[in-house]
């Protein structure tokens, strides 16, 4: 539920509720008192004053007409009985004295002073804690005696002490559900709140590890999700720069090691050469070319290492065109077929004419994988024997909505330790990190980082028979089907 609607709801309920409970509690005092309908008690209310004209009407004619009539005792019990069944009684005297008090009036107050209030009448007195107005009567008996009547009524149907006591439960009840409505309302805002203010002490202390849960819904459930959120990323985002820190720590390491080692080759066969120990003409060719393959590598290196920098901080631009990766495949591996057989290498890439398959591709940049799988082939079939079958097959074919590219060799396969790591930057599986056999570590992390800004995966696992094999696996063009379709519209 939103802050506005509870809101909206609290303050309907501050004026509802205490409503509901004074007429619960108004339709309780009726139940206790007997009454049976609500409605029985306002008619009552409305009815009482009219009752009481007419019996004091009677009364009135009674005194001018036919005064005797008051010392008829039956007429007398029989008026103040009915009086009495209306709250009201008479107190009658003859020549100043008491003659008849109602027995209503006597029973409601037995100890009152009659006399004082036949003598000074006010104009209304209170008994059994309700109000009753007085009317006073003078008329003359048959023999000549004074008389005098004071006729007490009831003014109001409830006790004097319920209106204030009402008005004081009333606004005693309209605030203690204010109150409360205030308390449970306020709770449900602000505990939450309190909760993301911990959440945010604990952010601002760089403690990142507790979770923000959204305990209610509306605005600041909304808010504790996006701070949850926020709080992932900015995890994310330090841990990602911790692992960058710990990348650029781990690249100039190797990189210092890489290129440490040809230049101290270098200097040596520099050195060498200065101090005369090439004499000879055969020596000093050697050396200079020690020296020009020493400086290649380092040239390669940086190459692959600028690539690879420019790769990982995604500044390269890919120019994607639409290929047909079985014919792209045929002429690149002709290409390379030359080198390959140079390296003692065979290269089978069956040629069929099975349906072309179309995909995305930036040819340079699948140039350059499929040259790095095939060196990392080449350099460690080249560890083997010379009699070894040293044989490199290509392959394609569709995969769902993927075209999956096969390289398989014949060399000595990758430990199972080392296949899940091979793809990381600066892995090798031969760990004495010399050139000749184990490359710079960064060939197949660019493999990884071209294949996976094309939108595809690459892995790499061993062949039952030995060697091992790199599966490239690149999604299709999304515009094959349009010209399937271009081509069945063509034949019809």
Same mark, same amino acid.
């Given at each position: ?98 003659? $008849? @008090? ?5 029973? %409601? +107050? ?5 006399? /004082?209030?036949? =003598? !000074? ?66 709770? $449900? @805002? ?5 909760? %993301? +203010? ?5 952010? /601002?202390?760089? =403690? !990142? ?67 005369? @120990? ?215």
């Amino acid at each position: 539920m939103s802050i506005r609607v509870k809101l909206y709801m609290s303050y309907l309920a501050m004026v509802f509720v205490p409503l509901i409970i004074m007429f619960v509690f108004v339709v309780f005092v009726f139940y206790a008192r007997g009454e049976e309908d609500v409605r029985q008690y306002f008619e009552q209310e409305r009815r009482e004053p009219y009752q009481q004209a007419i019996v004091y009407g009677e009364l009135s004619y009674v005194l001018k007409n036919d005064a005797g009539q008051l010392e008829n005792e039956k007429y007398l019990l029989d008026i103040q009985k009915r009086l009495g069944e209306l709250w009201a009684g008479l107190l009658i005297s003859k020549n100043g004295q008491i003659i $008849s @008090i109602a027995p209503f009036l006597d029973q %409601l +107050e037995p100890t009152e002073n009659w006399q /004082k209030l036949l =003598d !000074l009448p006010p104009e209304s007195v209170t008994f059994h804690s309700f109000r009753f107005e007085t009317n006073v009567l003078h008329f003359v008996y048959p023999d000549g005696s004074e008389g005098k009547v004071v006729l007490f009524r009831r003014k109001d149907i409830v006790p004097i002490h319920w209106r204030p006591a009402s008005n004081v439960f009333t606004l005693a009840l309209i605030g203690l559900t204010s109150l409360l409505l205030t308390y449970f309302v306020s709770r $449900s @805002i602000i505990r939450p709140i309190k909760k %993301l +203010e911990a959440a945010a002490l604990q952010i /601002k202390d760089g =403690d !990142l590890s507790h979770k923000v849960v959204a305990t209610t819904k509306g605005e600041i459930g909304q808010l504790s999700i996006a701070f949850e959120e926020m709080r992932v990323r900015l995890q994310h985002s330090i841990e990602q720069s911790l692992q960058y820190e710990e990348n650029r720590k781990m690249l100039l390491s190797h990189i210092s090691h890489d290129l440490k080692t040809p230049i101290s080759a270098i200097k040596g066969y520099v050195e060498g050469i200065m101090d005369g @120990i090439a004499n000879t003409d055969e020596k000093r060719k050697r050396y200079m070319e020690t020296i020009y393959r020493k400086a290649a590598d380092m040239d390669q290196l940086i190459d692959e290492l600028f690539l690879f920098s420019k790769l990982d901080l995604q500044t390269v631009a890919y120019d994607f065109k639409v290929i047909d990766i079985r014919r792209y495949l045929e002429h690149f591996l002709e290409e390379q077929r030359f080198d390959l057989d140079k390296s003692g290498v065979k290269l089978l890439y069956p040629k069929d004419d099975a349906n072309s398959i179309l995909i995305a591709a930036d040819p340079d940049k699948l140039s350059r994988v499929l040259t790095n799988v095939l060196n990392n082939c080449v350099k460690y079939m080249g560890q083997q024997s010379e009699q070894a079958n040293k044989e490199i097959k290509v392959s394609v074919k569709e995969q769902g909505q993927y075209a999956l590219v096969e390289i398989e060799d014949t060399g000595p396969g990758i430990e199972e330790e080392d296949l899940p790591y091979i793809f990381d930057r600066f892995y090798r599986a031969e760990q004495s990190r010399n050139s000749e056999t184990g490359g710079s570590g960064l060939g197949l992390a660019i493999v990884k980082q071209i294949i996976e800004g094309h939108g595809g995966v690459v892995w790499a696992e061993n062949v039952k028979h030995g060697g091992a094999r790199f599966c490239l696996k690149l999604p299709k063009s999304t515009i094959v089907k349009t010209v399937e379709e271009h081509e069945e519209h063509t034949n019809h």
